[in-house]
């Protein structure tokens, strides 16, 4: 299965880019930063959208992406999420104030997005994947996404704090390929994370202990400030492989 990381920090600054990940070319997860780091072309060839929340780091690549491949496209593009997920981006995003309603524009029968409910621990088909959405445990109403391709199925975990369901699902999944989990905070800004519904290097070792599994882990959301502390306490947890997701890398699980 190809990833590829746009971008996977916990802010946005030189060098670093928000949360956005392209599966297989036509499947992207989350939008923080699909237009600063794909082509035009490229953003237009992309079918659907899964995102994960509401947040501005994940969704804010929304508008610009939908405002790029205005006209470019026969079929709108299907931007897939939780209820809660799609009435936030429709009411307060792209809402006719902040920036346009896309699922309008060009025309309601021709639309450049059109948005898809998706029901918590439901599977569906879409890109020549299988995709199931379980709840995790954020600010707001948040899911991390299984994504299975023939057999074998990658975990991507959206913003979570110390959570359950995910690892009870991950726990049962055949083939688990690999897992993408943040973590968003240094060990002495626990109270925070756990406050904004993030985590720490430390409650991140207990979050793996509940997955039970030896598969890869590839952390993300790393806040920019924060980086070196974490990737040192990161270490300092000697688990065999753990590694940091690489923005602008191409993963092949
Ligand atoms: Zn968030
Ligand atoms: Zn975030």
């Known amino acids: 299965m190809q990833y590829r990381v746009l971008g996977c920090s916990g802010?946005?600054?030189p060098g670093f880019r928000l949360p956005s990940f392209l599966v297989e070319e036509r499947l992207l997860i989350?939008?923080?930063?699909?237009?600063?780091?794909?082509?035009v072309?490229?953003?237009a060839g992309i079918d659907h959208i899964l995102l994960t929340h509401t947040h501005l780091d994940h969704t804010g690549g929304l508008p610009h992406l939908a405002d790029n491949?205005?006209?470019?496209r026969s079929e709108p593009v299907q931007v897939h999420g939780i209820a809660p997920t799609l009435d936030g981006v429709r009411r307060y995003l792209l809402n006719d104030v902040l920036w346009p309603d896309f699922t309008r524009i060009p025309s309601s029968?021709?639309?450049?997005?059109?948005?898809?409910?998706?029901?918590?621990?439901v599977p569906f088909e879409l890109a020549g994947c299988t995709i199931t959405a379980i709840r995790v445990n954020h600010a707001v109403e948040c899911v991390a996404y299984f994504v299975e391709m023939g057999g074998r199925t990658l975990l991507h975990v959206g913003d979570t704090g110390p959570t359950e369901a995910v690892w009870r699902h991950a726990r049962e999944v055949?083939?688990?390929?690999?897992?993408?989990?943040e973590t968003t905070f240094p060990n002495r800004l626990q109270e925070v994370a756990d406050y904004s519904g993030h985590l720490t290097p430390r409650s991140l070792e207990k979050e793996l202990d509940k997955l039970d599994r030896d598969v890869p882990v590839y952390v993300y959301h790393l806040k920019p400030a924060f980086r070196s502390e974490i990737l040192a306490e990161l270490k300092?947890?000697?688990r065999r492989a753990l590694h940091v997701l690489e923005e602008g890398t191409l993963y092949r699980f």
């Open 11 to 13: 802010g946005e600054a």
């Open 30 to 39: 989350d939008t923080g930063s699909v237009a600063m780091a794909l082509e």
């Open 41 to 43: 072309t490229q953003q």
């Open 69 to 72: 491949i205005l006209g470019m």
């Open 109 to 121: 029968a021709f639309p450049t997005l059109a948005y898809r409910e998706v029901h918590e621990g």
């Open 174 to 181: 055949p083939h688990l390929l690999a897992v993408c989990v």
């Open 236 to 238: 300092r947890l000697r």
